[in-house]
């Protein structure tokens, strides 16, 4: 049997509030049942929450950094959400007609998302104005399947573009900020390879946002702990917000790295209640900008409206411990709004409160979805397939196909979210998906994960040359390269760097697309031709360099050709040209870049582009018919760690 063809539907309503959930919050406040009551009194009191509210928008163009309308987008996502909540709970259309109004105003005349902090401005207003929408289309509200429909073409056009590649860049805020709205859009667009693009970006990023480089370890430590108590708070939350509208969608993304969110939140709640014996591992960022060797002090105790939900999803849910989680809830209760701007939802007693008791209603698994996040990785003679768990699934069924669009038969059946296939062949491309069994019940097939056995194609093979400090691999999956890399490599230190190779034919063209993002703003990569794996090797390099700059946040790109003409001889930079807008942005290489090289005898030509369409020559070298020819992809971090970087072949 196979279940790939099978599509279902999302969870409706199914962001930060389901059904459920908003059943339970009208009753409860129908009831004046504590403490949701109170809650519900403080939500009502804010000026967002009413239905008089008068818009500050809409604009045509909004950004952050420098500001444009951002304060007043911020404001009216409030109020849009808030109205939509206030609907939901109290059944009066005032407030409906309140939210509608403004997703409609901004939704048929934002055009742009500006700025230097583009990512920021798109991925905190717009999730509140995304959850508003999900309401009020999964209502009988009366807004017209006409307007629901430029609101989603609104947010796939308009708001996901500015956030689609996350922000890799930055502290984990930022990616997390991103992480959550394109999860959200991706819902609400009922668009599966969006909401499964960023589970996977959640369990396997390769920035600072992804959960275990965020969370770096099981005692909790958050990447920004040594930075500020404020953007912590802020960047956990934001996972937490991810976690919750995945369980709405049957996944259980609470519970993956065995529980590496709630270990965060214990930890920062513990330091931020005045508790000084937390361990601290002095650590340096994915992006080689941020070091911290202990806790900050900044904004300690300063507790974020970020708490209720966690507390209840895993004390009452769950009926797991989290004892300083809960006394930071107990603390901030009744939650109030999450401010500043519109970083939080905020509002979690009234949100999120539940009871193993009386809400029996949100411990009944859903109806089986499918699986989701799905992260394939091959050594020389297995692949290890993990996903992240259904709710309520007693077991899990493993199909594999050789072949893109070809027939999937089982592969095995297993109880855990894992599954090791030892029956792999080198050099093919394998793809899985996974179903989820409950009840006798099996779920509608993931979308397939691809990997090449062995990690690469035939005849490719991957190693570190010279001293990377930190060891490298590279991962095919049949379209795009994941390359993790140590190393430093200029043309004035030892070659240190790692490769992913093949020969090179005596007449042939190879292209690659370097893709956005690297993880490190100091990454190089290119295209190189060597004569062999040592360090002192003849070599030829087309490669993106990120040259010195004042601002450490904006390096001098450039496209650089670097040649060692011996063996040991000195490296020589032989041309190069500075990088441009679409490929760099804000001095950030956000875009993609191609490069093409081309040998025809002796004669060896290297070409780039911004897409893949139009060539700009970078410069020409000689390389002799008897020397042996290596072509491949070089990467080197040029940190004290390593970097991800991603090329499609």
């Not at 693009?197 to 275990?212: C, F, I, P």
């Not at 701007?341 to 698994?365: C, E, Q, R, W």
């Not at 991962?475 to 030892?494: C, H, K």
């Not at 000689?622 to 072949?649: C, E, F, K, Q, Y």
Request: glycine letters at 10%; proline letters at 5%; one cysteine or more.
């Amino acid at each position: 049997m196979s279940t790939s063809a099978q599509t279902p539907a999302f969870v409706h309503p199914g962001l930060l509030h389901s059904r459920e959930d908003l059943r339970r919050m009208g009753a409860a406040v129908a009831q004046q049942r504590s403490p949701i009551y109170e809650g519900f009194l403080v939500f009502k009191e804010s000026p967002f929450s009413h239905c008089d509210y008068q818009l500050k928008g809409p604009l045509r163009e909004v950004g952050r950094n420098p500001s444009i309308g951002h304060s007043d987008y911020d404001s009216d996502a409030n109020a849009a959400y808030q109205n939509a909540v206030m609907w939901a709970i109290t059944g009066d259309k005032r407030y409906a007609q309140t939210a509608i109004r403004i997703i409609d105003a901004w939704s048929d005349t934002l055009q742009s998302v500006i700025g230097r902090d583009a990512v920021l401005m798109a991925g905190l207003g717009p999730f509140k104005m995304v959850n508003a929408a999900e309401i009020m289309r999964y209502s009988d509200a009366g807004w017209s399947a006409a307007a629901v429909k430029r609101t989603e073409q609104h947010f796939l056009r308009v708001i996901y573009p500015v956030i689609a590649e996350y922000a890799p860049f930055a502290n984990g805020n930022w990616d997390d900020a991103a992480l959550k709205t394109v999860m959200a859009i991706g819902i609400f667009c009922n668009d599966h390879e969006i909401f499964e693009k960023a589970v996977r970006y959640y369990v396997n990023g390769w920035g600072n946002g992804s959960l275990t480089h965020y969370i770096i370890n099981d005692e909790g430590q958050v990447q920004e702990t040594g930075r500020d108590q404020a953007h912590t708070q802020l960047g956990i939350g934001m996972l937490a917000e991810c976690c919750e509208m995945a369980w709405h969608q049957g996944l259980d993304l609470y519970a993956y790295a065995n529980n590496r969110l709630l270990k965060g939140f214990e930890y920062t709640a513990k330091y931020n209640l005045g508790y000084n014996d937390i361990p601290y591992t002095p650590m340096i960022d994915r992006t080689g900008k941020y070091r911290h060797t202990r806790p900050s002090e900044a904004a300690r105790g300063k507790l974020r409206a970020v708490y209720e939900q966690v507390y209840n999803h895993y004390v009452n849910r769950m009926g797991l411990p989290a004892p300083f989680t809960k006394a930071a809830a107990d603390k901030l209760r009744p939650e109030g709004p999450g401010t500043p701007g519109a970083d939080h939802p905020g509002y979690g007693t009234l949100f999120y409160t539940i009871s193993p008791v009386i809400d029996k209603m949100d411990t009944v698994n859903f109806s089986v979805e499918r699986p989701a996040g799905l992260v394939l990785r091959a050594t020389t003679d297995t692949g290890l397939l993990t996903w992240v768990s259904l709710r309520g699934a007693s077991s899990y069924v493993i199909r594999r196909a050789e072949n893109k669009k070809g027939h999937y038969v089982k592969a095995g059946v297993t109880a855990g979210n894992f599954f090791r296939d030892s029956s792999v062949k080198e050099g093919v491309i394998f793809y899985y998906t996974v179903t989820g069994i409950q009840d006798g019940r099996e779920s509608a097939a993931s979308l397939p994960v691809s990997l090449a056995g062995g990690g690469l194609p035939l005849g490719w093979h991957n190693t570190d040359i010279g001293n990377t400090e930190t060891s490298g691999y590279a991962q095919y999956d049949g379209n795009e390269l994941r390359i993790e890399a140590g190393g430093r490599f200029t043309d004035s230190l030892p070659t240190a760097l790692n490769y992913t190779y093949r020969k090179l034919k005596k007449n042939e063209e190879v292209i690659i697309r370097v893709c956005p993002q690297p993880s490190s703003q100091f990454t190089a990569v290119g295209l190189m031709i060597r004569s062999n794996q040592e360090p002192a090797s003849t070599f030829a390099a087309w490669m993106l360099y990120p040259g010195k700059a004042k601002d450490i946040e904006a390096p001098q790109w450039m496209v650089q050709l670097m040649q060692r003409k011996q063996p040991g001889a000195a490296v020589a930079v032989l041309a190069q040209q500075p990088l441009r807008e679409p490929a760099v942005t804000y001095g950030r290489l956000t875009g993609a870049y191609w490069l093409k090289v081309t040998r025809s005898g002796n004669l060896i030509k290297g070409c780039g582009s911004y897409n893949g369409i139009d060539w700009e020559e970078l410069g020409t070298i000689d390389w002799p018919a008897r020397r042996a020819a290596l072509i491949g992809v070089g990467a080197a971090a040029n940190i004290s760690g390593s970097t991800t970087v991603r090329v499609r072949m």
